[in-house]
T-cell receptor, first 114, second 112 residues
Framework: DTGVSQDPRHKITKRGQNVTFRCDPISEHNRLYWYRQTLGQGPEFLTYFQNEAQLEKSRLLSDRFSAERPKGSFSTLEIQRTEQGDSAMYLC????????????FGPGTRLTVL | DAKTTQPTSMDCAEGRAANLPCNHSTISGNEYVYWYRQIHSQGPQYIIHGLKNNETNEMASLIITEDRKSSTLILPHATLRDTAVYYCIVRVLNNAGNMLTFGGGTRLMVKP
């Protein structure tokens, strides 16, 4: 399968713990996006990378959130000191710059904070 | 990016055409209309996009009104697997991030 993959698919954690999610984009896609989706809502943009550079962050991305894409390939999203309000589906997408920015989404990581 | 308005939900009989409307009355001349859908427990999936002209691909057709203030996504022969939330998004394409701004979408239920 050459699509976007995310790991883990599900994560249950206790409030106050740190969690890290991984996203592997489609090979050679130079843009990578993170979105968050709560129940019954559409996805909301968090941040995006072009190659290894993080070019934009949403105001939704509090200082407890950090994302990296160290070699311009896979990316990680870490949430420190999780809160119950962080419970959501975290979606990763990738795209090429040259195309009409069609974004290909992964299956998401569902986080539950107890 | 311009805001969009979509009905919250729609039903469609299997095998019939599903016509999903979207209002984007404040769209600018350089904004494209994009459609994505999200099947339960999956990430969103790109369907189609257009600027002015009607577009068709293997998944759907996109009809954009002449004034570009509204559009309709048409699934010509809906199947049960087309049951999903459909998002209409308008966006400028430039060298910036081009992140997607999702609204609430239309929940399409295809019934046997």
């Amino acid at each position: 399968d050459t699509g976007v993959s995310q790991d883990p698919r599900h994560k249950i954690t206790k409030r106050g713990q740190n969690v890290t999610f991984r996203c592997d984009p489609i090979s050679e896609h130079n843009r990578l996006y993170w979105y968050r989706q709560t129940l019954g809502q559409g996805p909301e943009f968090l941040t995006y990378f072009q190659n290894e550079a993080q070019l934009e962050k949403s105001r939704l991305l509090s200082d407890r959130f950090s994302a990296e894409r160290p070699k311009g390939s896979f990316s990680t999203l870490e949430i420190q000191r999780t809160e119950q309000g962080d419970s959501a589906m975290y979606l990763c997408a990738s795209s090429l710059v040259q195309q009409y920015n069609e974004q290909f989404f992964g299956p998401g990581t569902r986080l539950t904070v107890l | 990016d311009a805001k969009t308005t979509q009905p919250t939900s729609m039903d469609c009989a299997e095998g019939r055409a599903a016509n999903l409307p979207c209002n984007h009355s404040t769209i600018s001349g350089n904004e494209y209309v994009y459609w994505y859908r999200q099947i339960h427990s999956q990430g969103p999936q790109y369907i189609i996009h257009g600027l002015k002209n009607n577009e068709t691909n293997e998944m759907a057709s996109l009809i954009i009104t002449e004034d570009r203030k509204s559009s309709t996504l048409i699934l010509p022969h809906a199947t049960l697997r087309d049951t999903a939330v459909y998002y209409c998004i308008v966006r400028v394409l430039n060298n910036a991030g081009n992140m997607l701004t999702f609204g609430g979408g239309t929940r399409l239920m295809v019934k046997p």
